[in-house]
């Protein structure tokens, strides 16, 4: 039996149409980019630049432009990448322009200006070399479906837009950059986790090192919690080092994420989720995973799903309100401006994501959209912006309350958020 007959079979064809319908839009409607990751030597004049450092778990392309391919690499690769973003107002925050052409155009487009590989003593000497003040770190992890270069153009963006004090460096895995390679990619991010675990802790171990902020997206989550569950195992405990874990759309079982957190520990309350209910790429990866719920679109509106994350100390951020030019509603945390604006304030003011005197939901709905009309003085806290929160913060400044006001939580939050 062919593999379109087997496939066929087990959903049909209306099925798998349904299931991947999202998918085949974007993809219908989007341009990617393909072989343009090629140094062009120097920028234009107000370009911006952000030089990172990219540690890669995929196998080197013999196509120039390409640098890595979506296949396995035999070990972990390291290269400097600058990118040069286009000088304001020529885009708008939260947006990749992505090359469309080689040589590309850096008046207008995302180029990179140097690719160089690493060994030992240039990554010492690219630490030093752009070392932030605050001796902090921001490690970005991509998702599903993602190229290198996407992946290189994307962070480009996210680091310069958070306007985060953070050196940053990307991990990027062996993903095949196609909507049909979900089961790849799944298994890529399995092979890479002891790579990603690799670069947390040699980071950790620097003595120009203060703090590491691991940011992942999507299937990204699920590779980062794999490698935090087993340095957990491994040393008893996270780096101390190791002070926020922000989880975008995360593309992860609910079930296993609860026991990958028994597995953690005390540590899991270094945890930030930002969900959207809203999301058709986490709708079809359920479908895809036997109807599961997935991790990034938990309903947050259940009185129970905000006691489960409470017990564990955890901040969930929902983005269902947001509004951004993703089609998929995948993507908002780095989309939109005021999001990725956001989470740099926090780590720029050297505060957990999780914590200070004000929620990360709550700084992101005063400063996104607004606040919305009271819905109760002890439930105000949580719900009266946009961004819905459940953070130790606002759970604090709820008290004793919160098991009497639980059962209107719900209605509340449809109301703010319009769902």
Avoid at 276 to 282: E, Y
């Amino acid at each position: 039996m062919t593999l379109s007959r087997l496939v066929g079979a087990l959903i049909g064809r209306r099925g798998l149409v349904t299931i991947l319908a999202p998918f085949l839009l974007l993809s219908a409607c989007a341009s990617r980019p393909y072989a343009t990751l090629v140094a062009v030597g120097e920028t234009v004049p107000g370009a911006r630049e952000v030089d990172m450092l990219v540690a890669t778990t995929r196998a080197p392309s013999p196509v120039a432009g390409v640098v890595f391919s979506g296949d396995r690499g035999p070990g972990l690769s390291l290269e400097n990448i600058v990118v040069s973003i286009p000088p304001a107002g020529t885009r708008k925050a939260g947006e990749v322009v992505y090359p469309k052409s080689t040589p590309p155009d850096p008046s207008r487009e995302f180029v990179a200006l140097r690719i160089d590989p690493m060994n030992e003593g240039a990554v010492d000497r690219w630490f030093r070399q752009r070392e932030a003040p605050s001796g902090r770190l921001l490690i970005f992890v991509h998702g599903f479906n993602s190229s290198y270069e996407e992946a290189v153009f994307r962070f480009a963006q996210i680091s310069h837009d958070s306007g985060a004090d953070a050196a940053p460096i990307l991990f990027t895995w062996p993903s095949q950059g196609s909507i049909f390679g979900y089961l790849y990619d799944r298994e890529s991010a399995n092979y890479s986790r002891s790579s990603l675990e690799k670069v947390i802790e040699e980071a950790a171990a620097r003595r120009d090192v203060s703090e590491i902020t691991v940011m992942a997206h999507s299937m990204g989550s699920w590779l980062t919690m794999e490698a935090l569950r087993q340095m957990a195992i491994r040393k008893g405990r996270l780096p101390a080092k190791l002070t926020n874990v922000i989880l975008a759309s995360p593309d992860l079982d609910v079930d296993v994420f609860h026991e990958q957190l028994d597995e953690i520990g005390r540590d899991q309350s270094r945890i930030t989720i930002f969900t959207s209910k809203d999301d058709r790429a986490l709708l079809v990866s359920r479908r895809l995973a036997g109807g599961v719920q997935r991790l990034g679109a938990v309903d947050l509106t259940r009185p129970e799903v905000q006691a489960s994350f409470a017990q564990r100390g955890i901040t969930v951020v929902d983005l269902t309100s947001v509004r951004t030019g993703d089609s998929l509603n995948h993507t908002k945390f780095a989309q939109s401006a005021e999001v990725v604006k956001a989470i740099g304030r926090r780590l720029i003011e050297g505060q957990k994501v999780s914590e200070g005197n004000l929620g990360l939901g709550e700084t992101l709905g005063a400063a996104a959209i607004g606040t919305a009309q009271g819905v109760g003085s002890a439930v105000n806290a949580a719900v009266t912006v946009p961004a819905a929160i459940v953070d130790r913060g606002a759970r604090q400044r709820l008290g004793q309350s919160i098991e009497d006001v639980g059962r209107n939580i719900g209605g509340s939050l449809q109301t703010v958020t319009g769902n």
